[in-house]
Nanobody
């Protein structure tokens, strides 16, 4: 069974940047889309917000291969390294309101969504 492992979280000052990575291992040959959600510390993923998503393996949404939540537009960029089964989230101009646990997900062509455990991003001076 596949697993997702996030990395790259940490403490950053307002206005700074971070690059998150999500390494997928095992069982991702049927990946349909991947992306990022976030939820505030103390909350749970079920109450989180969509950050960004990207299609995999030639799949295309009606609006293209990328999607962004409102909080990410213009500041965050989602990308992928298909050869290394890794998803990235480049976050620029970070604000204190971006403080959250960022979790990556993978939607396979069939079966339930997979989740990583999340990585904490803290934006504070």
């Amino acid at each position: 069974q596949g697993q997702l492992a996030e990395s790259g979280g940490g403490l950053v000052q307002p206005g700074g940047s971070l690059r998150l990575a999500c390494k997928a291992s095992g069982g991702i040959a049927n990946a349909h889309t991947m992306g990022w959600f976030r939820h505030t510390p103390g909350s749970t993923r079920e109450f989180g917000d969509f950050v960004a998503g990207i299609t995999w393996s030639g799949v295309t949404w009606s609006g293209g291969r990328l999607k962004y939540g409102n909080s990410a537009k213009g500041r965050f960029t989602v990308s992928k390294d298909t050869d290394n089964s890794t998803l990235f989230l480049q976050m620029n101009s970070l604000e204190p309101d971006d403080t959250a646990v960022y979790s990556c997900y993978l939607d396979p062509t069939s079966g339930p969504r997979m989740w990583g455990k999340g990585t904490l991003v803290t934006v504070s001076s």
